[in-house]
């Protein structure tokens, strides 16, 4: 369940709100990331959740192929880090694609979801928390 909580968290909290916050009426919207700076991460969230999907019933695989995709994926990552601490938000398709992903991702974590090495190759994704 850990690891589920933790997907979520991350299809939820951390990559579609880089700054989730609504703008009061008197304040100014936060900026979203560019079309390509969006691209770039739903194409990474793509990879984990494939990742997950496809190695749902074998756990090191799955892990393995985490580490492989945030490996290979590092700028993207600490672009998302960077847009996150500027406030910048994905936009709402985004953010819808990845919702979509997590649902697809939750049914596949079901013998996994506990599993220590998986868990700490979804730790490397994150983004600094919530703000």
């Keep these: ?13 951390v990559a579609p709100s880089f700054a989730h916050a ?12 560019t079309p390509n700076e969006a691209r770039e991460w739903l194409a990474l969230f ?3 959740v494939d990742a997950v999907v496809v190695n ?3 756990c090191t695989k799955m892990a393995g192929t985490i580490n492989a995709v945030v490996d290979a994926n590092q700028p ?10 500027k406030g910048k938000k994905l936009p709402a398709s ?4 990845m919702l979509d992903g997590a649902r697809r991702m939750i049914g596949s974590l079901d013998k996994c979801g506990h599993d220590d090495a998986v868990s ?5 994704i994150d983004l600094g928390g919530r703000k």
């Excluded at 369940?1 to 909290?13: E, G, H, Q, W, Y």
């Design 22 to 33: 609504k703008a009061a009426p008197d304040k100014q919207a936060p900026a979203e990331v």
């Design 56 to 58: 749902k019933d074998d």
């Design 76 to 85: 993207t990552i600490e672009m998302a880090k960077d847009a996150k601490a």
């Design 94 to 97: 985004a953010q819808q694609h």
């Design 1 to 13: 369940m850990k690891l589920v909580r933790m997907s979520i968290a991350i299809a939820l909290a």
């Design 46 to 48: 793509d990879k984990v």
């Design 120 to 124: 700490a190759a979804f730790k490397r």
